[in-house]
Every structure is written in structure tokens, then in C-alpha cells.
């Protein structure tokens, strides 16, 4: 049999972990969530959920994952052979194809948005101009389709090159790259005139704000935002050789993801106030308030506007391919190792069937909008399926997983990378009760007001 493919190096472990992470979910997601639900109190939640709940579900996929060196499903069989446990390896093989399907409609509207950047410009003078232009875009049949179908087909690319020649080398060129771009982005940003007010919204918390709907919304924002529950941060850690520190590389992704979505807050909230936009304008909130932005600028200063223009939706765009790549690997990495295909053909099988459940999704903005499933359309029906429920309910298991299923010297075993780092007694402890006590308990509760609100 090949040998199993592993990350070269940590930087390239962390690389690729962040990659998955940081996406659409921080530049796209993440400012109108703030918006949404009332700006710095909003963020401090999910500062705190995403080191106390989402760090001990992404420990709980690594430990997973590196023990068992296989795909979802694989791992249940091998850590729990004969057990109803594999049903948690399958759904976790289809989790991430329904979520790359909606994300990579969202990821063909940035390819969109490039192309007009690099072409025509954004020229339209006002709010409502830009806004009608969106709407246009997303609510068209083919030009959404196709980018759809380009932004699937570049991800199919990558992937058929493997781990460490498509996956490996990828992120570690881009997440850089990203880190520089949102930055430069950022600067540009909090220097227009009436940006303040948009500092202002993302550093001042208005306690207030703060309810059950609003907790529930940063918890599961923070899940998105770290890829959890759905089998990614797994499939990834099976690549991951056991002398490395995964609570290290945890914490990196972690601790990376934070900052991107900081960054990526204060490179659109103060272009969104410049522009006298509510925070509140929903998912369309960068598509509109930053073409606005630009054609704004491009009226005195041209060049620097088309670049910085140009520079915005690369940052999406590589960003969105980064993650997705991660979902679509772990629909890979299933069918090559348990049903026998080949990787082409396993890249060739996962691309159909999210290209076609992506075309419904792209479709329910426009000839399909009156198609309602439980009162969402189909886009918004398998976003909030998979970032209020499958993502929870999965991240749920495999911290209970790992928690009361895996033997703890196991636990301990891959947490210490078998004895390799010299974690104290009761740093294992703490990190050991947050997988097994707190992380479940809060989980089911964010879970239960879910399903009420
Ligand atoms: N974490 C990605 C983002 O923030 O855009 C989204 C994501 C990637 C969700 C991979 C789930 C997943 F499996």
C-alpha cells in the first residue's frame, strides 16, 4: 500500500490549519456577525469561546486524528471497531461537502467581484447603485454558476496534487501573503474619513447587547471560524507526524484565526461607517460596502483605489480556497482509503456533488428564491443546517468522544506527543476537564437554545 502522506514541518502544520480556519468566515462572516449582534460585547464572547469551548473540540479532532492516522470514518473503526461511533465518521464525511457547496457559491461571487476589479472597475456613485449591482450579480443564473463552478474547479486542482505537493504548499505561500494583504487593507481602511465610528463599534462594548441569541451567534461563529465539528481539523491531524506538538499547533491555528478576524473587523467596520452603511446590512455587507468604498476613492485617487480593489477580493478569494480545499479533502480522504478509489477519481466524485448541490444553493437567489425548505431557502437552509446543528452536534460527540470513550493515558499520550513535550500534570488536567466537562456541557446548552430560538 502508499505510504500515507504527512505535513512536512510545524510551520507547515500550522499553515495548513490556519488555512482551513481563516476564510470567508473572518472577512465575509465574521463583520456582519459583529454588525448583527452588537459589535465589541459581541466579540468579547467570542474571544472567550473560542479558547474555553472551540480549543478543546479542535484538541479533540487532533487527538483523533493523529492517533488514528486515517479519514473520519477510519478512525471511528479503528479507535472503536464495531461501535455505532462510525455513523459519527460518516456524517462527518458529508458535514463538509454541504458546507463547501454554499461556501464555494460565496466563493465564486469573490471570483466575480476579482474580475470586475481587474476590468471594468467599481464606478458607480451611489449606495444604492452598488447594491442593485449585487443583487444583479447573485440573483443571475450563469455568471454565479460559473464562477461556482471555477472556484470548485481550481479547489479540485489543488487537491489532486495531494498533501504535501496541493494542500501543504499552498497555504504555506498564501497564509502569509494573507496576513500582509489584510493588513495594508486595514491601513487603508481605518484612514478614510469617518472611520472612526467604525474603530469605535469594534473596541467599545455595550454590554446591553448581550443575550442568549447573542451568545449562541458568537459560539457558533467561533465553531465556523475554526472549521470544527465536521471532521476537517481530523482529517488534517491525521497528516500530522506524532512527534508534534498538536496543543501547540492548536493554539497557533487558534490564536491566528483570532487575530485575522480582528484584523479583518477593522479593515471592513470603518469602511463600513465611512460609507454611512448599517453594520447590520447582513451577508451582502463586503460586496456592497467596499466596491461603494472604491468607487468613492477611485474618483480622486484611481490607481491607489483599483489596487487596493484588486488586493481585497485576492484576499477573499485565497482565503475562501484555503478552507475549502480542507473540506473537500476530507470527502477525499474517505474515498480513497475506505472505498478504494483513486485520488483523481475520489477529487472527481467529491467536485460533482457539491458543483450540484452548489448550483441548487446559487440558484436560491434567484429563479429558485420562492423554494423554501422549513422557511429558509436552500443557501440559507444549509448554512444555518450545518453552523447551528451539524457543526455543534458533531463537535459535541467527538469531545465526549474523547473525553469518556478514549482511555485517558491515550489522551494524555497524543496530547504530550507520547511523552515528547513536558506538559505539567496540571495543565493536562485543565485542558483534559475542558474536553471532558465543560466543553459538552456548554455545547448542549448553546445547542438547546438553538433549537428555541
Ligand atoms: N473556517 C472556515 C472559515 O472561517 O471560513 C469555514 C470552514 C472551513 C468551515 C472548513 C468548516 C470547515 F470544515
Not at 467561533?222 to 465539528?229: H, T
Request: proline share 4%.
Amino acid at each position: 500500500m502508499k505510504e500515507r502522506e504527512n505535513f512536512g514541518s510545524r510551520f507547515a502544520v500550522i499553515m495548513a490549519f490556519a488555512g482551513s480556519a481563516i476564510g470567508l468566515g473572518n472577512i465575509w462572516r465574521f463583520p456582519y456577525m459583529v454588525g448583527e449582534n452588537g459589535g465589541a460585547a459581541f466579540i468579547i464572547i467570542y474571544l472567550l469561546s473560542s479558547f474555553f469551548l472551540s480549543l478543546p473540540i479542535f484538541l479533540s479532532e487532533s487527538v483523533i486524528g493523529r492517533r488514528s492516522h486515517s479519514n473520519t470514518f477510519g478512525a471511528m473503526e479503528m479507535l472503536a471497531p464495531g461501535t455505532k461511533w462510525k455513523w459519527l465518521g460518516l456524517l462527518t464525511v458529508v458535514s463538509p461537502l454541504v458546507i463547501l457547496s454554499f461556501y464555494s457559491v460565496v466563493g465564486g461571487w469573490s471570483l466575480v467581484y476579482l474580475f470586475k476589479a481587474c476590468s471594468t472597475g467599481f464606478t458607480d456613485s451611489s449606495m444604492e447603485e452598488v447594491s442593485k449591482v449585487f443583487g444583479n450579480v447573485i440573483s443571475s443564473v450563469w455568471p454565479p454558476l460559473i464562477f461556482h463552478t471555477l472556484f470548485l474547479l481550481i479547489c479540485a486542482v489543488i487537491i489532486f496534487f495531494g498533501v504535501k505537493s496541493g494542500i501543504e504548499k499552498f497555504s504555506k505561500i498564501t497564509m502569509p501573503l494573507l496576513f500582509v494583504l489584510i493588513v495594508l487593507i486595514m491601513i487603508y481602511s481605518v484612514n478614510l474619513p469617518g472611520a472612526g465610528a467604525g474603530v469605535t463599534y469594534l473596541v467599545k462594548p455595550d454590554f446591553s447587547k448581550i443575550t442568549a441569541s447573542v451568545v449562541a451567534a458568537a459560539v457558533g461563529q467561533s465553531f465556523f471560524s475554526l472549521s470544527l465539528g465536521v471532521g476537517t481539523i481530523l482529517t488534517y491531524s491525521s497528516y500530522v507526524r506524532k512527534d508534534e506538538n498538536i496543543l501547540v499547533s492548536g493554539i497557533g491555528t487558534a490564536s491566528l484565526d483570532l487575530l485575522f478576524a480582528i484584523l479583518a473587523g477593522f479593515a471592513i467596520m470603518p469602511a463600513v461607517f465611512a460609507a454611512g452603511i448599517k453594520p447590520e446590512a447582513g451577508p451582502g455587507l463586503i460586496f456592497q460596502t467596499l466596491p461603494y468604498i472604491f468607487s468613492k476613492m477611485g474618483e480622486h485617487l484611481p490607481v491607489l483605489s483599483a489596487s487596493v480593489a484588486v488586493l481585497f477580493f485576492i484576499t477573499i478569494l485565497v482565503a475562501a480556497l484555503t478552507s475549502a480545499i480542507s473540506m473537500f479533502e476530507v470527502g477525499v480522504a474517505y474515498l480513497v482509503e475506505e472505498r478504494k478509489f483513486s485520488r483523481p477519481a475520489a477529487t472527481a466524485v467529491v467536485f460533482s456533488l457539491t458543483w450540484v448541490l452548489g448550483i441548487f444553493c446559487s440558484l436560491s437567489f434567484g429563479p429558485l428564491k420562492n423554494f423554501h425548505i422549513f422557511g429558509n431557502t436552500i443557501f440559507s437552509f444549509c448554512d444555518k443546517l450545518t453552523s447551528n446543528f451539524l457543526m455543534t452536534f458533531g463537535g459535541l460527540l467527538f469531545t465526549i468522544f474523547v473525553g469518556w470513550k478514549m482511555p485517558r493515558r491515550d489522551v494524555r499520550d497524543e496530547i504530550t506527543s507520547g511523552g515528547r513535550s513536558s506538559l505539567g500534570v496540571h495543565t493536562f488536567n485543565f485542558v483534559y476537564f475542558l474536553i471532558k466537562y465543560l466543553a459538552p456541557a456548554a455545547i448542549v446548552l448553546i445547542f438547546i437554545s438553538n433549537l428555541i430560538l
